[in-house]
């Protein structure tokens, strides 16, 4: 990390270059390769913002679900279809970023991005079908590791079937 003189200066680069940041993240880039990399991860990770990120997740799938009167809002209107088709992996990744104990940079980049660029993200640019469902299942991936990540779209699905998940 830099020396405690040049402090200050890093975090107003950090501030200012996030969206870049993130985005180098969130392509796998090595947060120890620069320091302004290794600023933004740890602003990521801390539970602060994770809860600010699973919030506006569960956001989107409650005015979903609610099939409120979206045309009157001012929020950038989400793709309906997508919502619907990737519900399940986004309630798991809303509940992985409140509850894990550990994430990872790069899986935190990845849902930032899907609820921030409203130019190019699936979750608001009709995309071909079922491209919000990859793109979550991609950042729980990368938030958890793959094995664990499977595993809590899986509960977070049969939950939503109305599955208990025990099966005879």
């Known amino acids: 990390m830099a020396d405690l003189a040049q402090w200050p200066a890093l975090k107003l680069r950090v501030l200012i270059r ?30 602060r913002h994770r809860r600010r990120l699973a919030g506006s997740v569960e956001r989107i799938v409650a005015d979903f679900d609610a099939d409120r009167g979206w045309w009157l809002s001012a929020a950038v209107p989400f793709v309906r279809d997508q919502v619907a088709e990737a519900r399940g992996t986004l309630l798991a990744l809303a509940d992985a970023l409140r509850t894990a104990e ?28 079922g491209a919000l469902q ?11 590791g793959e094995r664990q990540a499977r595993e809590e779209a899986r509960v977070a699905s049969s939950v939503w079937k109305g599955d208990s998940g025990v099966h005879r």
């Open 18 to 47: 996030r969206t870049r940041l993130d985005e180098e993240l969130a392509q796998g880039i090595d947060p120890g390769s620069r320091p302004a990399l290794g600023l933004r991860a740890a602003q990521l990770v801390r539970p």
């Open 134 to 144: 990859l793109k979550a299942q991609a950042a729980l991936d990368c938030l958890l």
């Open 102 to 129: 550990r994430v990872q940079p790069r899986g935190v980049a990845l849902v930032s991005r899907l609820l921030l660029d409203p130019a190019s993200s699936p979750l608001y640019v009709r995309s071909a079908r």
